[in-house]
């Protein structure tokens, strides 16, 4: 799922800085030349300005399954999600100004907007679609976000070093490309919008080489922001593009500090000094009750869910007995006591609310632990292999998760250990699969369909979502419904999967969603969410005011 949703996880650390890998300096400069100190005098002081949860291990977002929130406002997609009149998530023109699909759901042919700009006065063309798929399936380029685009006709081939171009990718002429699918996608249209399927411009990549990804100069997009600099291990600046294509943006900037503790976090917004926050219960009980703030908190239902990843290259947890039996051991509702305040909406299926195909009327996981201490008494588990909890340090809300799962697994039975890796380290491992039996962190979706959710248990999508499943029925089952063209229908045929996944296989052990809570400070203004929850998504439209 991480591989491509987003997750929300989204945890990698590299150190960088914005001149180029391999530069100390303090202050970098943008692609003009300008230093960040002189460009910020200019601009004024309308820069939104927030934390960033996690140091990005690059701005190549075909490199990267965690970093999204830079890249989304300074890439474009040929299409993007936004939130409709009727409040659903809907596809609507970006890149692309229109398309059509051919009757057989195989063909996509997109019209580009023309005299649209990248950040270095490149115009797009329809070569700079075909180089971005070419990149994200050169075998050379090691990218983790392949998946959006392996259903083009060719694809796999030059990923697996069969072939040297992807042949279902055709430019007719410079505003107009073709896509032939190896066979029809339901979802394919809808993943387009995902941050992966940002689209690169060929003369910067090839021209930076490995500086795409670090230095302004040459990491640009048509985005309505622009990457400024990148100062090692403190904050990304970006700066409005007054270029853009659409109207641009209301703030002249973006301004992301890092390595910022909570009580920290919070000293600065209390004195102005950034914009916006999430908020636990004890900051929003204080500040739904402050005159100052009480009209600034914004409350959100996100397309998101914690839930657990039960790795079955541990030769324990690829007996299904041993995961029934975990997921028998774990008290939800103490965990939504504990962890969600009692208003998590505990879930029981594959996809979280605020999805198309989410179900609340499925039967409920039970928690019976005399049951899972049977299972595990059936399995003949191996007790000299241990069991491992995985652990995010710098995922700190899953620490007592960790703690508690730990203690309802010993109660049946089970002595696991918990394994603490920096995020580096962490992601690594997960993707791997070695020296871990399972792992609790968050997921958000990428796009807005359910299809990413179900494909984490396909073999092919499996060993880097940390899974490691091998089940070919299943997986055919699954790809039998994607490839269904009408929603509707592949919806449906999904949802039947569910208790397969979630009760008879257990594959995974979904825990809860819940409504999270931000703030905004008095000068923002017109601040509104992007249909995941994310703030990043909402720079667009976001405007700062004198107080």
Request: aromatic content about 10%; charged content about 30%.
């Amino acid at each position: 799922m991480k591989k491509k949703l987003l997750s929300i996880l989204l945890i990698a650390a590299f150190l960088f800085t914005a001149c180029s890998p391999k530069t100390g300096n303090n202050t970098s400069t943008d692609a003009s030349g300008a230093s960040a100190q002189t460009q910020t005098e200019e601009k004024g002081d309308k820069i939104f300005t927030l934390t960033l949860f996690q140091n990005p291990k690059t701005l190549d977002i075909q490199k990267t399954n965690a970093d999204y929130f830079i890249p989304i406002q300074i890439y474009n997609r040929l299409v993007e999600t936004e939130v409709g009149s009727d409040g659903k998530p809907e596809i609507v023109p970006s890149l692309a100004e229109s398309w059509e699909i051919s009757d057989d759901g195989l063909v996509y042919t997109f019209h580009l907007n023309q005299g649209v700009k990248f950040h270095n006065g490149e115009e797009l063309k329809a070569d700079d679609v075909l180089f971005t798929i070419e990149k994200m399936m050169d075998p050379k380029e090691a990218t983790v976000n392949s998946s959006v685009f392996e259903n083009i006709k060719g694809a796999k081939d030059k990923l697996d070093g069969k072939a040297d171009s992807v042949e279902g990718v055709k430019v007719i002429d410079d505003y107009t490309v073709e896509l032939t699918l190896e066979q029809p996608s339901g979802p394919f249209l809808a993943g387009l919008s995902g941050a992966p399927a940002s689209i690169f411009n060929r003369k910067a990549v090839e021209e930076g080489k490995d500086k795409f990804g670090f230095d302004p100069e040459y990491t640009v997009g048509t985005g309505y922001m622009k990457f400024k600099d990148w100062t090692q291990d403190k904050e990304i600046n970006l700066v409005r593009n007054d270029d853009y294509f659409k109207e641009p943006a209301k703030v002249d900037g973006v301004r992301y500090l890092m390595n910022i503790d909570k009580a920290t976090e919070r000293m600065m917004f209390e004195n102005g000094e950034i914009d916006f926050m999430s908020l636990d219960k004890t900051s929003y009980e204080k500040y739904k009750e402050d005159d100052k703030h009480k009209d600034n908190i914004i409350d959100f239902l996100a397309p998101s869910m914690d839930y657990m990843i039960f790795n079955q290259k541990d030769p324990n947890m690829a007996k299904v007995e041993v995961r029934q039996a975990i997921s028998k051991a774990i008290d939800r509702e103490t965990f939504n006591k504990t962890f969600y305040d009692g208003e998590g909406i505990l879930l029981n299926g594959v996809v979280p609310p605020g999805m198309p195909g989410y179900k609340e009327d499925l039967p409920a996981i039970e928690y019976n632990p005399e049951e899972a201490k049977a299972l595990i008494e059936k399995a003949n588990i191996d007790k000299s292999h241990p069991f491992v909890i995985l652990q995010n340090g710098d995922s700190d809300y899953t620490h007592p998760m960790n703690e508690m799962l730990q203690k309802m697994l010993k109660e049946v039975g089970i002595d696991a250990e918990i394994k603490n890796m920096d995020m580096t380290s962490y992601w690594d491992t997960v993707f791997s699969g070695e020296g871990y039996s399972m792992t609790i962190g968050p997921t958000t979706a990428d796009v807005a369909d359910p299809d990413d959710f179900y494909a984490q248990f396909t073999d092919e999508n499996s060993k880097s979502d940390g899974s490691n499943i091998n089940d070919p029925e299943l997986t055919k089952k699954i790809n039998e419904a994607r490839a269904i063209t009408d929603a509707k229908e592949r919806i449906a045929a999904l949802n039947e999967l569910d208790e397969v996944i979630v009760k008879e296989k257990a594959l995974y052990f979904p825990i809860a969603s819940k409504v999270r809570h931000f703030i905004t400070s008095p000068r923002v203004k017109n601040l509104n969410l992007s249909w995941q929850g994310w703030v990043a998504g909402a720079t667009y439209g976001v405007e700062i005011v004198d107080e």
